[in-house]
């Protein structure tokens, strides 16, 4: 239901942009966001973005990390510059959607399959 691509690795300071699209019947997508895992630690989330384009950020990431979509295309990005090796980690997109079944509006949380960011140093 969420396919993201754009991860890889990448050089300290250098940049990457992530994608994550929807598929599916949608009647409509709300939140949406992006979250990672490091090795050996919980998941934690990045950045958040409203239907209306509201974003939030972890601290770490503000003024490198660009959360966006595209409401036409069902998908969010994640713009990520100056990158650090602590930005190592599975990065997985996460949406709620909402879906007509059997006549009724249904919103469920949905995650994608992640995908590996590596920084090195």
């Known amino acids: 239901q969420l396919v993201e691509s754009g991860g890889g690795l990448v050089q300290a300071g250098g940049s990457l942009r992530l994608s994550c699209a929807a598929s599916?019947?949608?009647?409509?997508?709300?939140?949406m966001g992006w979250y990672r895992q490091a090795p050996g630690k919980q998941r934690e989330l990045v950045a958040t973005?409203?239907?209306?384009?509201?974003?939030n950020y972890v601290d770490s990431v503000k003024g490198r990390f660009t959360i966006s979509r595209d409401n036409g295309k069902s998908t969010v990005y994640l713009q990520m510059n100056s990158l650090k090796p602590d930005d190592t980690a599975v990065y997985y997109c996460?949406?709620?959607?909402?879906?007509?079944?059997?006549?009724?509006?249904?919103?469920?949380?949905?995650w994608g399959q992640g995908t590996q960011v590596t920084v090195s140093s």
């Open positions: 996460n949406a709620d959607i909402t879906r007509i079944s059997g006549g009724y509006a249904v919103t469920n949380d949905y």
């Open positions: 599916g019947s949608i009647f409509r997508i709300n939140d």
């Open positions: 973005i409203t239907r209306t384009a509201s974003t």
